[in-house]
């Protein structure tokens, strides 16, 4: 099997973390490096937190470049309130000796897409901003991106207003851009990562495992779940950003159905929401293969596999 070539664009966050531990270890993932953004808290810390994470488990060969601080347009709005003050509170880290580059994600973005065939997946499970800055500062790119994967949207309600999901909403004008690029997306919104909760005997199944990398898992979704149960009711966090990585693994384990997408960037109310033609009123072409539909226990099995390969 030929490894899939990404680019993980990210703002961890501690689902975030998750991601990064499967695409990292996965032997049919080559991760070519991470950018960062600010969004789960500023990229300051983001930058930290990827360091943290590939520090962990022995990955510190895979480069970490800290991207756009703030969104295109909008004021910034960070989500401490889920993910801390650090972004990843919970786990007690080791000294930190991986450090971020002094390049700028963007560039990063740009130069491994010209220099690419075409192969590469841009997975984004924070806001856009960095892949749609890419696109703008350099259009040739566009046509490099194999597919985008996004963590975010939502067909059904949002978690950060009614009409939208975070990811979208904390930069709907660079969705807006990334959506309209005429590149083929997969949308893996909140149907889906809503049914992946990370329950207490979840938490336990992983922590048996026994390895580093599932003591680290343990150790996030200590306070991730307290959070999400705190803010949601949600007795078991709900592991976004993972999916988006799982779906790469094994895309046979999401169910997807083709849809126009569009992304709400003047509505008062709406702004940030992905307005999905699920029943085809409008007749309009597919821009989007949306998750619809998630096997859970293969998700799970998924994760407890991948935790096992770090010791």
């Not at 949306?290 to 407890?304: K, P």
Request: hydrophobic letters at 40%; charged letters at 25%; a negative charge.
């Amino acid at each position: 099997m030929d490894r899939k070539r990404i680019i993980l664009d990210c703002d961890p966050g501690h689902d975030d973390a998750v991601a990064i531990i499967l695409a990292a270890v996965n032997p049919n993932i080559d991760l070519l490096g991470i950018t960062v953004s600010a969004g789960n808290q500023t990229v300051e810390k983001t930058k930290v937190n990827a360091c943290r994470v590939l520090q962990w488990i022995g990955k510190t060969d895979i480069p970490v470049y800290p991207g756009c601080p703030r969104p295109i347009v909008r004021e910034p709005y960070i989500a401490d309130f889920i993910h801390g003050e650090s972004g990843l509170d919970g786990p007690v880290f080791p000294p930190l000796t991986k450090m971020p580059e002094e390049d700028h994600g963007v560039n990063f973005i740009v130069k491994t897409l010209r220099e690419s065939e075409g192969d590469v997946i841009v997975v984004t499970t924070g806001p856009m901003t960095n892949l749609a800055m890419a696109m703008r500062m350099a259009p040739g790119i566009v046509e490099k991106i194999k597919r985008i994967v996004v963590m975010g949207g939502s067909v059904a309600n949002g978690n950060v207003t009614p009409a939208a999901e975070y990811n979208i909403w904390a930069d709907a004008e660079a969705a807006y851009i990334c959506f309209t690029s005429g590149r083929p997306i997969t949308m893996v919104g909140l149907d889906v990562t809503r049914k992946v909760l990370c329950y207490p005997e979840i938490v336990e199944r992983m922590e048996r495992v026994g390895t580093g990398a599932s003591k680290l898992f343990v150790d996030l979704m200590g306070h991730f779940c307290k959070t999400q149960k705190e803010v949601f009711g949600y007795d078991g966090g709900p592991l976004h950003d993972p999916v988006t990585i799982a779906y790469l693994i094994e895309p046979e384990l999401i169910k997807t159905q083709q849809m126009n997408v569009t992304i709400e960037i003047k509505g008062e109310n709406s702004y940030g929401r992905t307005n999905c033609d699920t029943f085809d009123f409008l007749g309009k072409p597919a821009t989007a293969d949306v998750a619809m539909d998630i096997n859970v226990e293969g998700f799970w099995n998924l994760i407890e596999r991948e935790l096992a390969r770090v010791d």
